[in-house]
């Protein structure tokens, strides 16, 4: 049976929820794998088996776009080198990804993996949905930080002046 295929519990929502959904869980999926030292296929697996569509702390959430979960996922864990020398490239003198905490690191990866091959994305909803992400787990300025390398990322990847 497809994942979340005639599941009640699932909430379907939006295409544009489901987008905001799979950022949020691709930056969890990612930092797992990380943190744990798994493989980023079978956190995905871990994810759809065991948190996609289920109450979290009582809740049910919205049920994230499988696809752009994945391929986000796969394109961050097969060119993180790549993605750590341009988001390198636009932090500050002195200042390299591996120094900022793991889970900004997760979500500059993540998201600029997303920026890199989903072209037929607005780069606006893209960052301000990443944005979102990092002030659900920060209460301090960070957000600024993940907008503005964000932003110079995809202008360098995407040839927007």
């Not at 979340?4 to 905001?20: D, E, L």
């Not at 697996?45 to 391929?71: C, I, M, P």
Request: net charge negative; hydrophobic share 35%.
């Amino acid at each position: 049976m497809e994942i979340g295929k005639n599941n009640p519990r699932v909430i379907k929502g939006s295409n544009k929820a489901r987008k905001t959904a799979a950022r949020l869980a691709a930056v969890q999926c990612y930092y797992q794998a990380r943190h744990n030292e798994d493989s980023i296929l079978d956190v995905f697996d871990e994810y759809t088996q065991h948190r996609y569509g289920k109450d979290v702390d009582g809740e049910r959430y919205v049920a994230s776009d499988l696809n752009l979960l994945k391929k986000t996922l796969e394109f961050a864990d097969q060119n993180t080198n790549e993605i750590a020398q341009l988001v390198n490239g636009h932090l500050s003198r002195g200042q390299a990804l591996q120094s900022l905490d793991s889970l900004l690191q997760s979500i500059l990866i993540c998201a600029t993996a997303e920026i890199w091959i989903h072209t037929e994305i607005e780069t606006a909803i893209i960052i301000n949905d990443y944005i979102s992400v990092t002030k659900s787990f920060y209460d301090g300025k960070e957000y600024q930080l993940i907008n503005g390398i964000l932003d110079a990322a995809a202008k360098a990847l995407r040839n927007n002046p």
